[in-house]
């Protein structure tokens, strides 16, 4: 079975801290998503990653970015949290397939509260 | 990617076919329609995909109108297991930024 694991899945963090939000997938795949979920607007693309220490902006970029050094690992940083940044965290990963469709798998999601 | 337009919330009784429609009319030619799901305190889980002819795996059925303006999944014999959110998602094959939007928030009722 493949598997997303995403290091906690609830944290409390204090306004202007650095946070990190990690995503381990076990199954080879080339690309790793962020994603935050936010009542009323569904699921928000913050950053993606098709290869190691490639990275390509998502929908909503503003106030993170990422770090993909091993293939199975995408970090997710918040330079200075703030409260606006209270939010559901899910991380995705799938293949770079030729010819048939790559589902993206999805992590548990990370309940980050910023106060 | 064409936008979807989702109903917010629709009730199915147990035991019966639960039918989740979704219009896209701005699909272009060559954009396919993804389904998934999210089910409380989980990710989103992939259902099935299709760009016109109708498609059917162990999960679900997809119907897609002949014109694509359209589509509804169907679970045929809903469970309380199908309680979750269903997106419905247009874009290009291999296109790996998908944008989800609120979806449909299906409750099966016992």
């Known amino acids: 079975d493949v598997k997303v694991t995403q290091s906690s899945r609830y944290l409390v963090k204090r306004t202007g801290e650095k946070v990190f939000l990690e995503c381990v997938q076990d199954m080879d795949h080339e690309n790793m998503f ?11 693309l913050i950053y993606f990653s098709y290869d190691v220490k490639m990275k390509e902006k998502g929908d909503i970029p503003e106030g993170y970015s990422v770090s993909r050094e091993k293939k199975e690992r995408f970090s997710l940083i918040l330079e200075s949290a703030s409260t606006n940044q209270t939010s559901m965290y899910l ?3 799938s293949f770079t ?7 993206q798998f999805f992590g548990p999601g990370t309940r980050l509260t910023v106060l | 990617d064409a936008k979807t337009t ?3 919330s629709m009730d199915c009784a147990e035991g019966r076919a639960a039918n989740l429609p979704c219009n896209h009319s701005t ?5 396919y329609v993804y389904w998934y799901r999210q089910i409380h305190s989980q990710g989103p889980q992939y259902i099935i995909h299709g760009l016109k002819n109708n498609e059917t795996n162990e999960m679900a059925s997809l119907i897609i109108t002949e014109d694509r303006k359209s589509s509804t999944l169907i679970l045929p014999h809903a469970t309380l297991r199908d309680t979750a959110v269903y997106y419905c998602i247009v874009s290009y094959f ?6 989800f939007g609120t979806g449909t928030r299906l409750t099966i009722i016992p």
Do not use: F, V
Request: aromatic letters at 8%; a negative charge; hydrophobic letters at 15%.
């Open chain 2, 94 to 99: 291999g296109n790996e930024k998908l944008t």
């Open chain 1, 97 to 103: 397939g030729q010819g048939t469709y790559n589902e």
């Open chain 1, 34 to 44: 962020w994603y935050r979920q936010d009542p009323g607007l569904g699921l928000r």
């Open chain 2, 6 to 8: 989702q109903p917010t």
């Open chain 2, 27 to 31: 699909i272009s030619g060559n954009e």
């Open chain 1, 91 to 93: 991380c995705a990963s």
